[in-house]
């Protein structure tokens, strides 16, 4: 061991947003949730796919 850290071990990855690929910022607001990063343009998107297996269509919930 040196007398300075090692600076390679105090990096971090930049995160990427699970949806889109793109890169979190630093200072960027992100969300996280089911263990991934989501960025604020696909937040929507993300808020569309949560309730997915709750999601009905008038007219059809006996599952036709």
Known sequence: ????????RQRRQTPLCALCGQQLTKG???????????????????????????RKISGREDGQ
């Open 28 to 54: 960027e607001a992100y969300w996280f949730c089911g263990g991934a990063g989501v960025c604020a343009v696909c937040l929507p998107d993300l808020i569309r796919r949560g309730p997915a297996p709750c």
């Open 1 to 8: 061991m040196g007398l300075y850290p090692d600076k390679r």
